[in-house]
């Protein structure tokens, strides 16, 4: 079945219900507590990627810049798996990680993917990449959903 989306915003979820924002903010707030911010950043941006979430793509591409990550990183995100090198085993097993969490409709998370990010982080870190992984993906629903319009985009239409 096709369908023709109209890309208008939405109400805002955040406006009518600042209870559930301040929770996913406190949820976010947690699990990014000793989790490294660059492969925190690359979770939400591949997630972003997946999910097809405007709105979160450009808040973490932007934000990532700021933390000094290169563009050529960015730009080839999309296909880490195609790029011996260029990511760390400790992001590449975050990224795997990503994939099989926010893919979940396909499936389970594969006991090797599991198995390489428990190698790759420890009893205190991998708990807090899971829930970054799960935080995201609740934000890119939301965002989503609500057609939530880039804030560079919305920039530039003023």
């Not at 590449?92 to 994939?99: K, S």
Request: proline letters at 3%; aromatic letters at 6%; glycine letters at 4%.
């Amino acid at each position: 079945m096709t369908t023709t989306q109209n890309h208008t915003a939405r109400a805002s979820v955040w406006q009518h219900a600042p209870d559930v924002y301040q929770g996913m903010a406190a949820f976010q707030s947690a699990a990014a507590k000793g989790l490294d911010p660059v492969v925190a950043e690359l979770v939400k941006i591949r997630a972003s990627q997946i999910n097809k979430c405007a709105y979160c793509l450009d808040m973490h591409h932007a934000e990532a810049r700021e933390q000094g990550e290169t563009q050529l990183r960015l730009d080839l995100l999309n296909a880490w798996e195609e790029v011996e090198g260029l990511y760390t085993e400790r992001e590449r097993a975050a990224l795997a990680l990503t994939e099989s969490i926010t893919r979940l409709t396909e499936g389970s998370v594969p006991d090797e993917v599991y198995a390489c990010a428990a190698e790759q982080f420890d009893e205190a870190e991998l708990p807090r990449l899971i829930a970054q992984i799960v935080a995201i993906n609740a934000w890119n629903r939301f965002q989503v959903t609500v057609r939530a319009v880039p804030a560079s985009l919305a920039r530039s239409r003023v």
